[in-house]
C-alpha cells in the first residue's frame, strides 16, 4: 500500500457519525482524512487542500454535491467520489456530467469504499505503459506530462477524459466497445448500463470541437462502441 500513503482525502459529509466512521477506517488504511460539514466550505477546502481525493456526499446544508462538483472540476484535475444515498440512475448520470468519477451508494461496505478509492488514485497517478506522444494531425497528446493541445491551444481535462482520448487515440480508426473502455478506464468489470463512457466522450467532444448532434471525429458506431477518426484533426 505504500502508493497511496500519507495520500490526502477531503471528505464532504455533514453526517457526524458517518463521517467519523469513514475518516478513523481511512485513516487505519494509511490516508490523511479532512472532514467538512458544510457545502459552502467544500470548494475552499479544495483550493486550499489541493487533496488527492475528495469524497463528496450529494445532500450537504448550504450547497448541494452536484452544486460543488461543478465549481471545483475548472480547478481541480482529482478523482471526485460521490458519496450518497440516492440511487437514482438519473443522480448518477447527473453526477458524471459535472465530473464526479465514481458514484457509491450508502451504506458502502468499507473494504468496497477503500477498493473504489484505490481504483480512482491508481488511475488519476499512473504512467500509461506506453510513453510514447501521441500526435494525430492537429491532436497532440503528451503522455509524462498528460496534456492535450488541438490546434495548438491546450485542452484541458479530466484525469479520466485524458486516459479515454488516449486509449481511443492510440488505436485510432479502430471500434472499441463500450465494455472495452469501462474496464479500461474503470478497471472494474462493466454492467452493461453503466453510462459512464457516453458521458465522457460527450465531454470530449465538447472540449475537442466535436459537432454533438454529427460528430466527426469521436464517432458512435451503433452497437459496437466508439471509434477516433484518424484523418479528422486537420
Not at 472499441?176 to 466522450?201: A, H, K, M, N, W
Request: a negative charge; glycine letters at 6%.
Amino acid at each position: 500500500m505504500e502508493f497511496f500513503l500519507m495520500s490526502v482525502v477531503l471528505l464532504a459529509e455533514d453526517d457526524e457519525r458517518l463521517a467519523g466512521l469513514v475518516k478513523d477506517f481511512l485513516q487505519a488504511n494509511d490516508f490523511t482524512v479532512v472532514v467538512e460539514s458544510h457545502g459552502l466550505n467544500v470548494p475552499r477546502q479544495v483550493q486550499n487542500l489541493q487533496p488527492d481525493i475528495v469524497i463528496l456526499d450529494l445532500m450537504l446544508p448550504g450547497k448541494d454535491g452536484i452544486s460543488i462538483c461543478k465549481e471545483i472540476r475548472p480547478n481541480y484535475e482529482g478523482p471526485v467520489l460521490m458519496l450518497t444515498a440516492r440511487d437514482a440512475d438519473a443522480d448518477q448520470v447527473l453526477g458524471f456530467e459535472v465530473g464526479a468519477d465514481d458514484y457509491v451508494i450508502k451504506p458502502a461496505e468499507p473494504r468496497v469504499l477503500l477498493a473504489r478509492i484505490h481504483a480512482l488514485l491508481r488511475r488519476s497517478n499512473r504512467e500509461p505503459v506506453d510513453t510514447g506522444d501521441v500526435t494525430i494531425g492537429q491532436l497532440k497528446l503528451r503522455t509524462h506530462a498528460r496534456e492535450v493541445q488541438f490546434a495548438g491551444e491546450p485542452v484541458p481535462l479530466s484525469s479520466h477524459e485524458y486516459d479515454l482520448l488516449l486509449t481511443l487515440a492510440r488505436q485510432a480508426g479502430k471500434v472499441l466497445s463500450r465494455e472495452y473502455l469501462f474496464t479500461t478506464i474503470c478497471q472494474r468489470p462493466y454492467d452493461g448500463l453503466d453510462r459512464t463512457v457516453d458521458v465522457r466522450v460527450s465531454h470530449l467532444r465538447k472540449k475537442l470541437g466535436d459537432n454533438s448532434d454529427n460528430p466527426t471525429r469521436i464517432k458512435t458506431v451503433w452497437g459496437r462502441g466508439y471509434m477516433l477518426v484518424a484523418d479528422a484533426w486537420e
